[in-house]
């Protein structure tokens, strides 16, 4: 990993590179042996150019976003019959389960329940008569 400081000593040789360049660019155009008018012009065409392709570079991003958006909500339309197929099967499982849960319940109460009158039946019969 590269340093915190030498990261910014990078970060500003380049911004500086980049600077210099600009300016350099910049008196190249105003100190070239065209006419000013020319040179206007010339500039003028160039910003145009470049404000164009801007221009076309935002309607096609803006065509990909809608697209890749269109795909999207295709896929989870597409999907979703399935997925609440699934959720609704999976409700009637749990229900048929919370059905076997109540079942085993009451057989065990009732099991207890008969365990109980026949100990209270064993233990009425076992009692000696005073």
Do not use: H
């Amino acid at each position: 990993m590269i340093p915190i400081q030498k990261q910014t000593d990078t970060g500003n040789g380049l911004l500086m590179f980049l600077l210099g360049a600009a300016t350099g660019a910049a008196c190249a155009l105003l100190f070239a042996p065209a006419a000013g008018t020319d040179t206007r012009r010339y500039l003028g065409d160039r910003a145009r150019d470049a404000q164009s392709g801007a221009s076309a570079a935002a309607a096609k991003a803006r065509d990909a976003v809608q697209q890749g958006r269109q795909a999207a909500v295709t896929t989870i339309d597409e999907w979703r019959p399935a997925v609440n197929a699934m959720v609704d099967s999976g409700r009637q499982v749990i229900e048929q389960g919370k059905q076997v849960i109540e079942q085993g319940k009451q057989a065990i109460s009732s099991a207890v329940n008969q365990g109980r009158d026949a100990y209270q039946q064993a233990k009425s019969r076992d009692l000696p008569t005073t």
